[in-house]
């Protein structure tokens, strides 16, 4: 038996050199959801530069786009994310159920609910709003053309249904027979459904398709930035909803990359001033109050509700609207 | 919107040329405005109809990316899931191998034909980082064995661990792949390396693969033998080596083929089965190139306590030129059954050179020819020419007590040179002659090892091989 204890003191040996040899440049992917590439570029860059300073480490982060849902699903079948900044908390708690790599109450970790900014649900129509788009009811009615993504595979999706059936509730008594018929009238309009967001704003804005794009307020606002004011216009419905795009390190495949303690940093630096000023500049709603106030004009008033008011939170509205055979099936099958 | 312009342009024309212009005036801005919304509808639909097509197309390439992927090739069949977590991978090495011995001194029965190895290879991977091959053989002399069967867990490239049955990481020419040696067998001092073991082993590759490391425990094995499928012993064996290739990334061709290292074992081992392999004889011994056993102990001989090798090994290859050589000394502690005892050190070398004629480059995975085999376009493969000389030399003090020094030779020395033809990456031809001198032995005796070490072993060997 003394070669087995032979054994360990060499593979702890040798597990120690090899940890040791590694260099200090550590590289970092973040499974993200459509709309976030421009934020990120910029935080990525800002955060190298923070944690150059701070440890004197190179960090290096590549960045995985693509609909909030398809995401979370590659992370689950294997995606080495050390971080997810998802579109909704729905996606991340299926990689906590299903994967297992991080624990179920993830959300617990970080300020806000894990959520370092929020975002809402609001109308980009065309230069002179020809069709005199003004609220969610002008989005059902006949000849309006609605581009939106696919709920099934966008998590911005998921929140421009939520807004729309919070609406349709709101103004019905909570009468859920209207609000299915008014989502369903309104996915009747929808002549294009993208995959994700980033998607159906490139449907509305460079193919020309479409009287409105109901979409990310960020995404909206970008696409101001990048088309200009006089190609676009953004239109506030007087109800929407807050959004609010959760951000977790995915504890399992950061360990073992031992990147467990710069994926943390990276995520709690997004609460940093720092790191609310590169929401804020990216169209996204600062959480502190100094970001907040100094994008407030950016920002359109708009009265909000949020998932856990109107559905119970994202289990339940999952389950409801969009699980397999859920509502959101049966309005896509009439709309069709 | 070209169509648009040409409406208006007529309608232009229309109300100029019309003489009740008030009129008809109004008629027309109507017409044209149906005509100019008739037009942006369509416009519209057919960008809706592009663009859904566009989606389409997308979703279809996606879903091509996601769908299982399946390849037949040179390198086997396999099929695999789109992200490359599982995947199951059929390979398959055949040898149809002759052995002609002349001026063998009448010894019967060891010329013919044999199938060397008969291997179907199952590899694969699950869960991305869990990699698993099964290899039984259904050829060799032994009936059907399981040669290799492991499941290896990848951490990463740096640390990753083998659980099962596989080859312990001592010898270099051992490690080599059975298809890519340069002679039908491997040299003399594989007699003193151990082969196939169960255990678990630490392995992996550093500093972007310019060292590699090794380090195991096995249930323990004799020189050359080849291991059970269960070993209930306390006695364990301890082996592991570290090989280096420094230069491998310095982009000078001249150097960066060179790598060195070491491969060594330690562990105790008290049965008779813990001395050598049987191979070509009846009792524990040293074989030839020719597979003849010239070394054998007393039968009355077990192995009785350490048994240590340690093996340092290099190989040099640039272009066409190749070079393998190592040394082993392997420390037997050994007891007869008046309990006399003795600590047998057996040394080996073997220098291996190698040049491909057409050019191609030499390396210890083999030769890709540059052309195929294909008579009618001109295109004849690749051929190498190989040659080899190996000595092993056992411990003088085995003599007379552990060994019969009338029967057994005390070393044995083995010239060899041969032509490798490779047709494709997978089809290969090979012939070589091997000469292996003794010293001692070659007495009174009607088995190996007397009636082999009589006279030089001098051996032709061919061999068509099919491995992909």
């Known amino acids: 038996m003394n070669s087995t204890k032979s054994l360990m003191v060499f593979t702890a040996a040798v597990a120690f050199s090899v940890f040791s040899s590694l260099a200090k440049e550590v590289k970092l992917l973040n499974v993200s959801y459509d709309p976030t590439r421009e934020l990120y570029q910029d935080f990525n860059a800002a955060f190298a530069r923070y944690w150059k300073e701070k440890t004197g480490d190179t960090v290096t982060i590549q960045q995985s786009h693509g609909g909030s849902g398809k995401q979370a699903r590659s992370v689950i079948d294997g995606l080495e994310g050390d971080v997810v900044t998802l579109a909704l908390a729905y996606d991340i708690d299926a990689i906590a159920e299903k994967a297992k790599l991080l624990p179920a109450d993830w959300q617990k970790r970080l300020p806000n609910n894990s959520s370092p900014y929020t975002s809402t649900i609001v109308f980009l129509v065309r230069k002179g709003n020809p069709k005199g788009i003004k609220d969610w009811d002008d989005l059902v009615k006949p000849g309006v053309a609605v581009i939106a993504p696919n709920p099934k595979t966008s998590g911005g999706a998921r929140w421009n249904y939520l807004a729309a059936w919070g609406y349709a509730l709101k103004k019905n008594n909570n009468d859920e027979t209207r609000a299915l018929e008014f989502v369903t009238r309104l996915y009747k309009n929808v002549p294009v459904l993208d995959s994700g967001a980033r998607g159906a704003t490139t449907t509305f804005s460079q193919r020309g398709i479409g009287d409105v794009l109901v979409g990310w307020e960020n995404e909206a606002l970008l696409s101001i930035k990048e088309f200009g004011a006089d190609k676009f216009e953004i239109v506030a419905p007087s109800l929407t909803i807050l959004a609010e795009p959760p951000v977790a390190v995915i504890d399992k495949v950061a360990k073992k990359r031992g990147t467990i303690e710069v994926a943390k940093a990276y995520l709690e630096y997004l609460y940093s001033d720092d790191g609310q000023e590169i929401a804020g500049r990216n169209f996204y709603r600062p959480r502190a109050e100094k970001a907040a106030a100094k994008y407030a004009r950016q920002f359109p008033r708009i009265d909000l509700f949020t998932i856990d008011e109107v559905f119970g939170g994202w289990q339940k509205a999952q389950r409801v609207h969009f699980s397999e055979g859920g509502l959101f099936d049966k309005i896509y099958q009439s709309a069709k | ?468």
């Open chain 2, 1 to 468: 919107m070209k169509l648009f312009q040409w409406a208006v342009a007529a309608a232009v024309i229309l109300t100029q040329s019309v003489p009740d212009a008030p009129l008809l005036a109004d008629e027309t801005t109507d017409s044209i405005n149906s005509l100019k919304q008739k037009i942006e509808q369509l416009d519209q639909k057919l960008r809706i109809l592009e663009r859904n097509r566009e989606l389409e197309k997308e979703a279809a390439e996606t879903k091509a990316k996601e769908a299982p992927k399946i390849s037949v090739g040179e390198k086997g069949f396999s099929f695999g899931s789109s992200d490359g977590n599982f995947a199951i991978n059929l390979k398959g090495v055949l040898q149809a191998d002759s052995r002609t011995f002349f001026k063998d001194g009448g010894i019967k029965g060891n010329d013919g034909f044999l199938l060397r190895r008969a291997r179907p290879i199952i590899s694969g991977t699950v869960f991305g980082d869990f990699d698993f091959l099964f290899v039984p053989d259904f050829g060799g002399t032994s009936g059907t064995v399981i040669q290799d069967a492991y499941l290896n867990y990848r951490y990463k490239p740096e640390l990753q661990f083998q659980f099962g049955k596989f080859k312990s990481p001592v010898g270099l020419e051992l490690l080599q792949s059975d298809p890519d040696t340069s002679f039908n067998e491997r040299a003399l001092p594989t007699d003193l390396v151990p082969n196939r073991d169960i255990g678990a082993e630490l392995h992996g590759d550093l500093f972007d693969g310019r060292a590699s490391y090794a380090a195991g425990i096995f249930n323990g094995l004799g020189d050359a033998r080849n291991s059970n499928n269960a070993d209930f012993e306390d006695d364990k064996e301890f082996a592991g080596r570290l090989f280096l290739q420094p230069l491998k990334k310095s982009g000078a061709p001249v150097v960066q083929g060179l790598a060195f290292g070491v491969g060594g074992s330690y562990g105790n081992s008290s049965t008779a089965n813990a001395l050598p392999a049987t191979t070509g004889g009846t009792a524990p011994g040293y074989f030839t190139d020719g597979q003849q056993q010239f070394f054998a102990y007393r039968n009355s001989v077990v192995a009785s306590g350490k048994h240590w090798r340690i093996s340092p090994q290099g190989s040099y290859y640039y272009g066409p030129f190749g070079l393998l050589g190592e040394y082993v000394i392997s420390s037997q502690q050994v007891q007869t059954n008046t309990l006399t005892t003795a600590a047998l050190d057996n040394t080996a070398w073997q220098i291996t050179g190698s040049w491909v004629l057409t050019g191609e480059d030499a390396s210890y995975k083999g030769v890709v020819p540059a052309k195929r085999f294909d008579p009618s376009s001109g295109h004849w493969g690749a051929f190498q020419l190989v040659a080899r000389y190996a000595h092993l030399a056992i411990d003088r003090d085995a003599f007379p007590q552990f060994a019969d020094p009338a029967t057994s030779a005390n070393s044995a020395s083995a010239w060899s040179a041969g032509l490798n033809w490779y047709l494709n990456r997978n089809v290969l031809v090979k012939t070589s002659f091997s000469r292996t001198t003794f010293s001692g032995g070659g007495g009174a005796g009607v088995g190996a090892p007397a009636i082999v070490t009589r006279q030089p072993e001098n051996v032709l060997f061919t061999r068509v091989q099919l491995a992909f």
